[in-house]
């Protein structure tokens, strides 16, 4: 696991690995406290974070054209169609584009910001000893 063992050797973002016990490292991997942009949502996402005021606001096409969108399974809400199509239907300052700007935050762990699952004592210990 040589990932696990880079982390904890260079300590990227400086939390101070080579002070901690193992069990304290593993802890502090798993925590779920950094930041996470969703980069795709399911269109069942996408729909119920629409306002419903705003969405009645729309004409009939409008709502016929969100509704196709919001029927896709995932959906890039950084780019391309799908985020040009909700600025233009629904502007700066909306309720719905705040709603949409909350459902995109999440909070991972730094184990899965890594790409590695649940961190034990004993991972910890293999990678200090050179057991990974």
């Known amino acids: 696991m040589t990932i696990l063992s880079d982390e904890i050797t260079n300590d990227p973002l400086a939390i101070g690995y ?44 409008e709502k016929a ?9 995932s959906i890039n809400t950084s780019s391309g169609v799908a985020k040009s199509r909700e ?3 629904f502007g700066a300052g909306t309720a719905t584009r705040s709603n949409l700007q909350a459902a995109r935050q999440s909070t991972i762990s730094r184990a899965q910001e890594l790409g590695i699952s649940k961190v034990s004592d004993a991972d910890v210990t293999l990678a200090r000893t050179g057991g990974y």
């Open 87 to 89: 600025a233009e239907l």
């Open 65 to 73: 054209s969100w509704d196709a969108l919001c029927a896709i399974d």
């Open 18 to 61: 080579s002070t901690m016990t193992d069990a304290q490292v593993a802890s502090s991997l798993n925590e779920t406290n950094r930041p996470e942009v969703k980069q795709f949502l399911s269109g069942s996402d996408i729909f119920n974070a629409t306002d419903d005021i705003e969405y009645a606001a729309l004409t009939a096409a």
